[in-house]
């Protein structure tokens, strides 16, 4: 829960622009009062009548009244926000929590209260609250809901407060926000075969066992997913930071997954869009392998990673796999397209790293983005590309049903170094083309005398 602080509905009574600001808060009731008050006054002037002359005073003088009153009203109210839940998926609904306490020693009039949110998440959320006693609360609770990634502000929160007579009104405005994020959609993905090894820790949990004693050991900095049994203490006494034993360490099965957003690689906008769909994608191969115990990492064409990744990325099926995802999620949720034009600095990466399944989501290929591609297959043990071709995901829907076009010569040139391509048809199922995938990569290795695992 997010405490949004807390309001007073007095000012400084010192401060004769607070007055002023307090009679502008007039609502349409109380300027037709001081209206017909000066037109009645008026009137009694001009006919002479005493009692039509009172009237109007009456009339008047009851709006500023109520705005002084209203003005010097000593009570507080603090108002708190809660999201369930703060990371919600494309498409899909969260809810969010509103509380209101009185913690003051009188009770409230009636509350307007108003939380402003984006347009793309629905229509702004108001709400009228009945009198509050001394030290009680209010909870009401709305719906937001969005079909496009990002981070999105909600708040702050308004309070509008008005006087028994309906007189005046004085807006208050709490002085923070939370954050909802809205992450790509993940879509489950069956466990096959595409990689050189079967579980996380490969075939035969292959280690590298230290050959002397604790003394002699090289131990290395503390890595996130680390296990803190292995923690080298003396080592970290001497360097002054966690420092963890190298022996029996196993030799993690590793995954990097390549998104590609060039702006120039893409066309068309929206949730369903090709890009849309790359991003989708890499969060849900990001998610299943971390799930399966891969050391998982996140690359785009710019070569920009997730924050407080290592070298060897995120380690998977560790206590903070969660936290691992629910980082790569935050990152996959603002991504954006870039102004690059090549893959050059993806390969960078890939070529300063170790081998592992290399997954590639593409847009447009020219001949040289795939002769980098070409390229990264060496540094890899094995390399699946999705290829989402903009000529394909612009047809209209009723021929996006064809035979997709997976990239012609750039394609047939991947798969001549060693990648498994699958081409991308619009609106197609992930689950499918990760099963296409897992079938054509069978296939390539029965062809070739070898085997694929993954």
């Given at each position: 829960m997010t405490t949004a602080g807390s309001v007073r509905a007095e000012g400084d009574h010192g401060d004769r622009g607070g007055l002023r600001t307090a009679l502008a808060g007039l609502t349409t009731r109380g300027r037709s009062f001081l209206a017909a008050g000066a037109a009645a006054a008026v009137c009694a002037y001009v006919l002479g009548q005493s009692d039509l002359l009172r009237v109007g005073l009456l009339?008047?003088?009851?709006?500023?009244?109520?705005?002084?009153?209203?003005?010097?009203?000593?009570?507080?109210?603090?108002?708190?926000?809660?999201?369930?839940?703060?990371?919600?998926?494309?498409?899909?609904?969260?809810?969010?929590?509103?509380?209101?306490?009185?913690?003051?020693?009188m009770p409230t009039g009636l509350l307007m209260l108003q939380d402003r949110v984006p347009y793309v998440l629905g229509p702004r959320p108001r709400f009228v609250l009945d009198r509050v006693e001394a030290g009680g609360r209010r909870e009401v609770s709305y719906r937001v809901r969005s079909d496009l990634r990002g981070r999105y502000p909600l708040g702050p929160l308004q309070l509008r407060l008005s006087d028994p007579f309906g007189m005046c009104e004085l807006t208050r405005a709490f002085s923070t926000y939370d954050?909802?994020?809205?992450?790509?959609?993940?879509?489950?993905?069956?466990?096959?075969?595409?990689?050189?090894?079967?579980?996380?820790?490969?075939?035969?949990?292959?280690?590298?066992?230290?050959?002397?004693?604790?003394?002699?050991?090289?131990?290395?900095?503390?890595?996130?997913?680390?296990?803190?049994?292995?923690?080298?203490?003396?080592?970290?006494?001497?360097?002054?930071?966690?420092?963890?034993?190298?022996?029996?360490q196993p030799q993690r099965a590793r995954c990097s997954v390549l998104l590609d957003t060039r702006a120039v690689a893409y066309?068309?906008?929206?949730?369903?869009?090709?890009?849309?769909?790359?991003?989708?994608?890499?969060?849900?191969?990001?998610?299943?392998?971390?799930?399966?115990?891969?050391?998982?990492?996140?690359?785009?064409?710019?070569?920009?990673?997730?924050?407080?990744?290592?070298?060897?990325?995120?380690?998977?099926?560790?206590?903070?796999?969660?936290?691992?995802?629910?980082?790569?999620?935050?990152?996959?949720?603002?991504?954006?397209?870039?102004?690059?034009?090549?893959?050059?600095?993806?390969?960078?990466?890939?070529?300063?790293?170790?081998?592992?399944?290399?997954?590639?989501?593409?847009?447009?290929?020219?001949?040289?983005?795939?002769a980098v591609l070409a390229r990264m297959r060496q540094r890899s043990g094995g390399a699946v590309a999705f290829l989402l071709d903009s000529g394909t995901w612009m047809r209209e829907p009723a021929n996006a049903s064809g035979p997709p076009d997976d990239g012609g010569k750039w394609s047939r040139m991947l798969r001549e170094a060693g990648w498994t391509v699958v081409g991308v048809p619009r609106g197609a199922s992930l689950e499918e083309q990760w099963r296409l995938a897992d079938r054509e990569r069978s296939g390539l290795a029965a062809a070739s005398g070898g085997e694929g695992a993954g």
């Open positions: 009339l008047a003088v009851l709006p500023p009244v109520c705005a002084g009153v209203l003005y010097r009203t000593r009570y507080r109210v603090a108002g708190s926000r809660r999201l369930s839940p703060s990371r919600v998926p494309a498409g899909s609904e969260a809810r969010v929590h509103l509380r209101m306490d009185n913690v003051s020693r954050t909802l994020t809205v992450i790509p959609r993940v879509e489950p993905l069956p466990p096959v075969r595409l990689s050189g090894e079967a579980k996380g820790h490969g075939d035969g949990r292959q280690r590298s066992l230290a050959l002397a004693g604790e003394d002699d050991l090289i131990p290395r900095g503390y890595r996130y997913g680390d296990d803190l049994r292995r923690v080298h203490w003396r080592s970290t006494a001497r360097y002054g930071e966690l420092m963890v034993r190298r022996e029996e066309a068309g906008a929206g949730p369903d869009s090709a890009f849309e769909w790359a991003v989708s994608g890499a969060a849900s191969v990001l998610t299943h392998m971390l799930e399966r115990g891969f050391s998982v990492r996140l690359l785009t064409d710019t070569g920009a990673s997730v924050p407080g990744e290592g070298s060897d990325g995120f380690a998977g099926a560790s206590q903070g796999s969660a936290d691992t995802a629910g980082l790569m999620m935050d990152t996959l949720a603002v991504v954006d397209h870039s102004d690059g034009a090549g893959l050059s600095r993806a390969y960078d990466v890939v070529r300063g790293g170790s081998e592992g399944l290399l997954v590639a989501f593409l847009g447009d290929l020219d001949e040289e983005q795939a």
